[in-house]
């Protein structure tokens, strides 16, 4: 028979499973939701229902980003023209993708990027990579961070300043679209730590200027 420890530690992992597959299964609805591009009013209460069934997904980033937002548009019992652009376009960002893209290679979640993205410095400053890059191998990537002067840490520190999204997401993620570091490092933003959560892409365009200065 468990001991009460070894019960409790039971529960909670049970309890963290339930809440990844339900986090599976809502990325899972909401690419349906989008694959005709319109986003009804059925449909948005359908995910608020879900979500209100399903409390401990919704508690969680990033999908506590789209329970409040579909709380605040669907008020009124309507979603007007502005208000479904703005719940497809996060709900796009969620997924990492359109359905008309056919979701290739899983891309990454957009919704924790700064916006608008940071002035990048490198000298002195601590980077983390996370998912697949496009722009080359990691090592590679971690090459030209280094001979920029910049740092580059294995995991989510409070001294990290920018943490890279690759444009895919990795098979190592625990969700198709976003992953612990991505979440770790949006609780450490939150609590005020000088972190920002940049693309792979702006993080190349300012590797480009940095090497090409007279071009930039």
Not at 61 to 84: C, K, M
Not at 111 to 136: A, H, K, V, Y
Not at 190 to 203: P, V
Request: charged share 25%; net charge negative; hydrophobic share 40%.
């Amino acid at each position: 028979m468990l001991d009460p420890n070894e019960v409790s530690l039971f529960r909670a992992f049970n309890a963290k499973r339930v809440a990844e597959r339900g986090a599976d299964e809502l990325i899972g609805i909401a690419k349906g939701v989008i694959a005709d591009g319109i986003i009804a009013d059925t449909e948005a209460r359908f995910l608020i229902d879900w979500m209100d069934a399903n409390s401990r997904v919704a508690c969680e980033w990033p999908f506590n980003v789209l329970y409040a937002r579909l709380s605040d548009a669907i008020t009124d019992g309507h979603l007007d023209l502005a208000e479904q652009r703005d719940l497809l376009d996060l709900l796009r960002d969620l997924t990492g993708g359109r359905m008309d893209e056919g979701f290739p290679q899983n891309k990454s979640t957009q919704l924790p990027l700064d916006s608008p993205p940071p002035n990048i410095i490198f000298q002195n400053r601590n980077f983390c990579f996370t998912g697949r890059l496009s722009f080359g191998t990691r090592s590679e990537c971690c090459g030209l961070t280094n001979r920029l002067g910049g740092n580059v840490l294995d995991t989510i520190r409070k001294d990290l300043n920018y943490l890279v999204i690759g444009i895919y997401g990795s098979n190592d993620w625990i969700h198709s679209t976003h992953g612990r570091k991505i979440e770790k490092a949006v609780e450490y933003r939150t609590m005020g730590c000088d972190l920002a959560i940049i693309s792979e892409e702006h993080w190349f365009s300012h590797v480009g200027a940095q090497m090409n200065p007279n071009n930039s």
